[in-house]
């Protein structure tokens, strides 16, 4: 299992979000690139960047700092956030990030994305299916930035695009991310239950490197977190069996 750092952008600074409530903003750095630096001194093979502009409005007011970041080409990056075209994702895994992260359209137009994945390498395609589960335990998607819930189960959708090459699926429990409350390890081994095939990244409530032991178990490919790596939560040597690059940089 892979732990893939993440940062959030919004205003172009990198900042994170309580439960993904864009009222509830913590600014960590006025400088990305730097968060970068850092992500890859400890270790990090890839980097989740999420542009929260875009994922909220559509528009992408972060794209010269995304592109700025892939350039540099010191780790891979997966990028999400506004990207509700196939031109745009052309042109962003055009720019050198590799993988693009589709959100809210994968939910609420399938039939389009479906057709993405027959003009992409569904290899560079990972679906962030964002869920809040409801009073009878069931995980539903949310849309547009995790301000819309939708009807949609989580499970209904990764049926939805299996047959067209799905491999990479991000699932964020909404309601712990940014709270440092332990990961819903419930959900995820349900996930790698029903759909082993799929490779599943997990996010939210990271804190310590027993929830990431936890998330191993479960079977999940990767990990993506954020506020914990931020705020130096984990030390590094509990890090570095989840970073891919540490055993060389962790001394550095």
Known sequence: MELIPAIDLKAGRCV????????????????????????????????HVVDLDGAKDGEQPNRKIVEQLAARRDAKLQVG??????????????????????????????EEVLDWFGVL?????????????DASGVPLLTTHGW?????????????TYLGAGLTHVLCTDVSRDGALTGPNLELYAEAVRRFPEVEWQASGGVSSGSDLQALRECGVAAVISGKAMLENKIPPEELQSFLPNASSRVST
Do not use: H, M
């Open 16 to 47: 994170r979000l309580y439960k993904g409530d864009f009222a509830a903003e913590t600014v960590y750095s006025n400088d990305p690139a730097s968060v970068l630096d850092r992500y890859v001194k400890l270790g990090a093979r890839r980097v």
């Open 81 to 110: 956030g506004g990207l509700r075209t196939l031109a745009r994702v052309q042109a962003l895994l055009g720019s050198g990030v590799e993988r693009a992260v589709i959100g809210s359209i994968a939910v609420t137009t399938p």
């Open 121 to 133: 390498d569904p290899k560079r395609i990972v679906l962030a299916l964002d869920v809040r589960i």
């Open 147 to 159: 301000q819309q819930t939708s009807q949609t189960t989580l499970w209904s959708a990764v049926e």
